[in-house]
T-cell receptor, first 114, second 115 residues
Framework: DTGVSQNPRHKITKRGQNVTFRCDPISEHNRLYWYRQTLGQGPEFLTYFQNEAQLEKSRLLSDRFSAERPKGSFSTLEIQRTEQGDSAMYLC????????????FGPGTRLTVT | AQSVTQLDSQVPVFEEAPVELRCNYSSSVSVYLFWYVQYPNQGLQLLLKYLSGSTLVESINGFEAEFNKSQTSFHLRKPSVHISDTAEYFCAVSTDQTGANNLFFGTGTRLTVIP
């Protein structure tokens, strides 16, 4: 068990550019979550996958955001036409989807939009 | 809708002193409660959780939290803190109201242990 990994760890981009983040969950974990954390705040839920199906999206997830989880393994989160307000830490978590409800978090990708 | 309130954004405490980090939640349905810890430059780690049963839950490193339904609280306590406990602590709730069982987090409490 190598834990949840995320790449890149840091990303600096100019406003208007597109960015893509990757999350590799713990193997055998069928649930995968994306959260966003801004300075001084707790993480906020963005979206959730059960295997390859994206089953729930937060209202925080604007049309410029898209997430995929092909084959139910790794996931990508893409932000198109980035804005300065997108600057945040993007966290990925995975779980077995059992009654334990325990989510394991990755180290996050810090996005800075200049 | 669910919400979590952590009233103390920063808590400084001397080494070997006791500490309590407060957490209150709001929910119209039954909740599952969690404390996560984030050490500097590391990801969130689960510290302890309440799902059902005994209202007092403990972690392996000496922390404990008690679920109080009447006061809608889940305060985190430790009788004697160490320097290594310096970190950000997040309280979170989850429910079965959504299939996602996603977590709703508080704004966090930064615990600083002073030598």
């Amino acid at each position: 068990d190598t834990g949840v990994s995320q790449n890149p760890r840091h990303k600096i981009t100019k406003r208007g550019q597109n960015v893509t983040f990757r999350c590799d969950p713990i193997s055998e974990h069928n649930r995968l979550y994306w959260y966003r954390q801004t300075l001084g705040q707790g993480p906020e839920f963005l979206t959730y996958f059960q295997n390859e199906a994206q089953l729930e999206k937060s209202r925080l997830l604007s049309d410029r955001f898209s997430a995929e989880r092909p084959k139910g393994s790794f996931s990508t989160l893409e932000i198109q036409r980035t804005e300065q307000g997108d600057s945040a830490m993007y966290l990925c978590a995975s779980s077995l989807g059992t009654a334990t409800y325990e989510q394991y978090f990755g180290p996050g990708t810090r996005l800075t939009v200049t | 809708a669910q919400s979590v309130t952590q009233l103390d954004s920063q808590v400084p405490v001397f080494e070997e002193a006791p500490v309590e980090l407060r957490c209150n939640y709001s929910s119209s349905v039954s909740v599952y409660l969690f404390w996560y810890v984030q050490y500097p430059n590391q990801g969130l780690q689960l510290l302890l959780k309440y799902l059902s049963g005994s209202t007092l839950v403990e972690s392996i490193n000496g922390f404990e939290a008690e679920f109080n339904k009447s006061q809608t609280s889940f305060h985190l306590r430790k009788p004697s803190v160490h320097i290594s406990d310096t970190a950000e602590y997040f309280c979170a709730v989850s429910t079965d109201q959504t299939g996602a069982n996603n977590l709703f987090f508080g704004t966090g409490t930064r615990l600083t242990v002073i030598p």
